[in-house]
């Protein structure tokens, strides 16, 4: 790419994204830490908790002279604040509570889709948590990963239903959103640990994002393994194309400096595709003023600066920057750019988007329109999850269907094919179809034609004498040949 | 006083009141010390419906049910060593009597859940102006060894200036937080959300007049 349009593209990141070239260096006064109190902490805790006061000692915060008071103390007045010791705590210790010194990382985390990971999941909670399973999986699945919402009883104790908890959109007391020890381990806060793949792990794992596994079969993943020691994964300042170029980690393209594009905290800044739903659309992120974000459907038209719009909780916020799904996606290909070619990345990205757009139209849309008629014509009872359609048709868009996409955004050819579209295509016609069939009776060729008949892609399923030998040569009665 | 003038003090008046004083006294102090013992039992202490409450909380903790057998009675910390000092804190304790009588009604489970923070912190209070003397009268600082190699070295190097009640509250009773962190709104939502009751009623109760 010529320099003028890196310089183009840098321009129209660097005020939008961030404030600083790298990882922000904190700026705060170093006299605002130390706290006097924190130092009483460490005799004790080395023999009460010698793991975690270890972890400690170990950290940059230790060398810098940041104390456990410095991230755990809290006013008298704060709903989760208790006495230890003499002094006034809080156990959670929150973005809040971390952004007093990592400013610009509090800020682009807030907002960001980790953040926002428990209003990503309520309105499926009810059928999950209360028909599917029993309230017990809240505390140990969906909240370990989404986050809880803590609450903080009237005597002072941090109700057991939801913490221990470090999900990534954990609500906390103070009510910030967020769990930064969630990828950053307590209390040693390693750099090269959050910069790892295993960072994501505990969450990018399972049906309907295992990214992990989709990264390590990639030929990304291949690089990072075999060239781990080049990684340079301690370094202060990590900036792809500069500090490494051995392979990229998923914190290198979803959130790492790359050349002249600055680093975020802000996760799925750089997706211009919303990949986990049932059909995928591109999506504007609206940054709101005072730094809230929203997303919107490309379908959409982008609102307009200083343009009044509602907020996720509802509340009307003024429009401060619209990044489009085109400048999203640039900002994701300037890290592709550091190690590859332009038309390289461009091909790549058009490969990809040519099997989210495959997926969409050829099975998200039909299986969307088919269980909405099924709805409306009440062969089904709006209840989820008590008809065996229902669980064929969520599995169908969460499970392989969005493993699919998953593996052709990262470049991990068997999780697209074998363990995606495959599967979306034996479940769609070996299950879902037959499934609408025995459901409709009569009914259902009315459907289905509405759905898939305009359809080419679904042509073959109207010549049912046309063979090849993928399961074999079977020899075919000649009375099935034209007379 | 010489040989004769003591002599003739000791008439047969003063001798029958030297008697009647002796055994009067001896009389009073065991009366005291049988009175101490039984008004620290726990058959006492919880013959009063109000104590119930207390008593529940106490048969949980390792107090009521120590693996070796002991087992410390609501006197054993509540009440202090020797028989001055526990007469004066039984005295004191007719308090608590007069308000069983014409306070709030602490039979209530309500009522008394909601009133419970501020005994704690009398408690604690009492329990830190006597140096925690209670603890101590069984638990010796320097023989504790804990499960936990960690605890004995606690024990021995963290504790200077500390009193056993700075860090070893909610041992025994109901978890309430220090007076510091205290928050009655918080409390007061979380009782009427144990008993079923619409918002804003504990703070009626709390006002009402009993």
């Given at each position: 790419m010529s320099y003028l349009v890196r310089l183009f593209l840098v321009s129209v990141f660097i005020p939008l994204f961030s404030t600083d070239l790298t990882a922000a260096k904190v700026e705060v006064d170093p006299g605002t830490w130390g706290h006097p109190a924190g130092e009483k902490c460490v005799s004790c805790h080395q023999k009460a908790s010698a793991g975690l006061t270890a972890q400690w000692q170990q950290s940059a915060h230790a060398k810098a002279g940041v104390n456990c008071m410095d991230c755990h103390r809290a006013e008298a007045g704060e709903v989760d604040a208790?006495?230890?010791?003499?002094?006034?705590?809080?156990?959670?210790?929150?973005?809040?509570?971390?952004?007093?010194?990592?400013?610009?990382?509090?800020?682009?985390?807030?907002?960001?889709?980790h953040a926002e990971a428990v209003a990503l999941i309520e309105d499926r909670l009810p059928a999950f948590v209360q028909n599917l399973t029993g309230p017990a999986v809240l505390a140990t699945g969906c909240a370990q990963c989404h986050g809880s919402r803590v609450q903080v009883r009237g005597d002072g104790t941090l109700d057991v239903a939801t913490w221990p908890n470090?999900?990534?959109?954990?609500?906390?007391?103070?009510?910030?959103?967020?769990?930064?020890?969630?990828?950053?381990?307590?209390?040693r806060f390693s750099r090269a640990q959050a910069r790892e793949p295993e960072a994501c792990v505990?969450?990018?794992?399972?049906?309907?994002?295992?990214d992990k596994d989709i990264f390590e079969a990639s030929k990304h993943g291949m690089a990072f393994a075999a060239q781990r020691a080049e990684m340079n994964l301690e370094s202060a300042q990590w900036v792809a194309g500069k500090d490494y170029t051995a392979a990229p980690t998923c914190a290198t393209c979803h959130m790492g400096a790359a050349g002249k594009l600055p680093s975020t905290h802000d996760v799925g800044m750089r997706n211009a595709w919303k990949l986990n739903s049932p059909v995928s659309e591109k999506e504007h992120l609206v940054v709101f003023q005072g730094g809230d974000k929203r997303e919107l459907p490309e379908s959409v038209p982008p609102p307009r600066r200083d343009s009044e719009l509602a907020k996720t909780d509802g509340s009307m916020g003024r429009v401060s920057q619209v990044a489009t799904p085109e400048r999203r996606r640039q900002a994701m290909t300037?890290?592709?750019?550091?190690?590859?070619?332009?038309?390289?990345?461009?091909a790549f990205m058009s490969q990809f988007d040519s099997l989210v757009e495959l997926f969409n139209d050829k099975f998200a849309k039909p299986a969307r329109?088919?269980?909405?008629?099924?709805?409306?014509?009440?062969?089904?009872?709006?209840?989820?999850?008590?008809?065996?359609?229902?669980?064929?048709?969520?599995?169908?868009?969460?499970?392989?269907?969005?493993?699919?996409?998953?593996?052709?955004?990262?470049?991990?050819?068997?999780?697209?094919?074998?363990?995606?579209?495959?599967?979306?295509?034996?479940?769609?016609?070996?299950?879902?179809?037959p499934q609408v069939r025995a459901l409709a009776g009569t009914a259902a060729e009315e459907i289905l034609s509405a759905q898939l008949g305009k359809d080419d892609q679904h042509a073959w399923l109207r010549e049912p004498n046309r063979p090849y030998p993928i399961l074999g040569t079977f020899p075919f009665p000649a009375a099935e040949k034209s007379p | 006083?010489?040989?004769?003038?003591?002599?003739?003090?000791?008439?047969?008046?003063?001798?029958?009141?030297?008697?009647?004083?002796?055994?009067?006294?001896?009389?009073?102090?065991?009366?005291?010390?049988?009175?101490?013992?039984y008004t620290?039992?726990?058959?006492?202490?919880?013959?009063?419906?109000?104590?119930?409450?207390?008593?529940?909380s106490y048969r949980r903790s390792v107090h009521y049910n120590s693996p070796s057998g002991v087992r410390a009675e609501c006197g054993d910390c509540h009440v202090s060593k020797g028989v001055f000092a526990a007469t004066w804190d039984h005295t004191m304790g007719i308090k608590d009597l007069l308000k069983q009588f014409f306070g709030p009604n602490y039979e209530d489970p309500v009522i008394n859940a909601l009133h419970l923070p501020e005994a704690a912190f009398a408690a604690r209070a009492w329990f830190r102006k006597?140096?925690?003397?209670?603890?101590?009268?069984?638990?010796?600082?320097?023989?504790?060894?804990?499960?936990?190699?960690?605890?004995?070295?606690?024990?021995?190097?963290?504790?200077?200036?500390?009193?056993?009640?700075?860090?070893?509250?909610?041992?025994?009773?109901?978890?309430?937080?220090?007076?510091?962190?205290?928050?009655?709104?918080?409390?007061?939502?979380?009782?009427?959300?144990?008993?079923?009751?619409?918002?804003?009623?504990?703070?009626?109760?709390?006002?009402?007049?009993?």
């Open positions: 208790r006495e230890h010791e003499g002094e006034v705590i809080a156990t959670i210790v929150s973005p809040r509570d971390c952004g007093r010194c990592h400013k610009v990382e509090q800020e682009q985390q807030q907002g960001s889709v470090s999900g990534i959109g954990r609500v906390n007391p103070d009510g910030s959103k967020g769990s930064c020890s969630s990828c950053h381990g307590r209390h505990r969450c990018h794992s399972g049906p309907d994002s295992p300037l890290v592709c750019l550091e190690c590859h070619g332009k038309g390289f990345a461009t329109g088919i269980m909405a008629e099924l709805y409306s014509r009440k062969l089904l009872t709006p209840t989820p999850f008590d008809e065996p359609i229902e669980f064929t048709y969520w599995e169908l868009w969460h499970d392989e269907g969005a493993r699919a996409r998953h593996g052709a955004a990262m470049a991990s050819p068997n999780h697209t094919w074998w363990e995606g579209m495959y599967l979306v295509g034996s479940k769609f016609y070996g299950q879902f179809l | 006083m010489n040989r004769s003038s003591f002599r003739g003090f000791i008439t047969r008046p003063v001798l029958i009141a030297l008697v009647i004083g002796i055994c009067g006294g001896a009389g009073s102090i065991l009366f005291l010390l049988e009175f101490d013992h620290s039992s726990n058959a006492f202490c919880t013959g009063c419906h109000s104590m119930s409450f207390a008593a529940e006597q140096d925690s003397a209670t603890c101590k009268s069984c638990h010796e600082l320097s023989a504790i060894q804990g499960k936990r190699p960690d605890t004995q070295a606690i024990h021995r190097d963290e504790t200077k200036g500390k009193s056993c009640i700075d860090c070893h509250y909610n041992l025994v009773h109901r978890q309430v937080p220090d007076e510091k962190t205290f928050k009655r709104e918080a409390w007061n939502r979380m009782i009427e959300e144990e008993f079923k009751l619409a918002p804003g009623t504990a703070a009626k109760l709390l006002g009402e007049k009993h």
